[in-house]
């Protein structure tokens, strides 16, 4: 008489493999839905940083303020905000610079974006 079938140790092998496969599975859509959210901050940020350049560049003021920062929220969460202006060899030119971080993480910065802004009316 002939069984067919499984060992105990094929069953066993098999299911180590799928249980590895299954592992690896996981581990890798915790990394994309990991890096989903980084992309979506790093969006958020970059429209935050977009806005305050357009404002700076907006601005009537000459050279404006060396530095200024604000909060401002966005997606349901609390962004900050940096802008430095700094003086170049040219003085009817600034180099301006944004900064954005999640309020509850202010040391980490998560987009930056620089442009130049020439003197008005200059």
Do not use: C
């Amino acid at each position: 008489m002939k069984h067919s079938g499984f060992t105990l140790l094929e069953l066993l092998v098999a299911m180590a493999i799928f249980a590895t496969a299954g592992l690896a599975i996981m581990q890798s859509s915790s990394a994309h839905i990991r890096n989903l959210s980084q992309l979506d901050d790093l969006t958020i940020a970059s429209y935050i940083a977009d806005n305050q350049m357009q404002l700076a560049m907006l601005d009537k003021e000459w050279p404006g303020k060396e530095k200024s920062q604000g909060e401002v929220k966005m997606a349901n969460r609390d962004w900050l905000w940096q802008q430095q202006v700094s003086k170049l060899a040219d003085e009817d030119l600034r180099l301006v610079q944004i900064s954005v971080s999640l309020a509850e993480s202010p040391e980490q910065v998560l987009y930056q974006l620089q442009s130049y802004r020439g003197k008005p009316g200059g």
